[in-house]
């Protein structure tokens, strides 16, 4: 009797594996899709300090529209850095954006979003 209950608790072993793994791991993997094509991306952005005040002009020469945005870093601790909005550079179009600090600039920057 305990032979024929260790039998069928092996064939019910393995009838569960059966049914737990997953249908096509015996067969080959599927060939992955190639990656798409990666297009050339941004505005180009010209930044101008001037004493307090930043300008940045760019240009964006693809066919698709780029959110440019100016951050600008003021040197003084107690003067407010600024993030300004985004605007759209549209295909073939030159944007300007501006800010300025109190007192001196340390650091400004575009960021590009599509």
Known sequence: ???RTRRY???LAGLSLLLVLPSGTATAPAA???APEKRPF???CRTEIEGSRVSAYCHNP???T???RLHIECDRWW???SDATAMSAEPAMTVHLSGRC?????SAWVSHQP
């Open 1 to 3: 009797m305990v032979l």
């Open 9 to 11: 608790g092996l064939l």
């Open 32 to 34: 992955a899709e190639p």
């Open 42 to 44: 941004g505005a180009t």
């Open 62 to 64: 693809y066919p698709e």
């Open 66 to 68: 780029d959110h440019v």
């Open 79 to 81: 003067d407010i850095d």
């Open 102 to 106: 109190w007192k001196e600039v340390g």
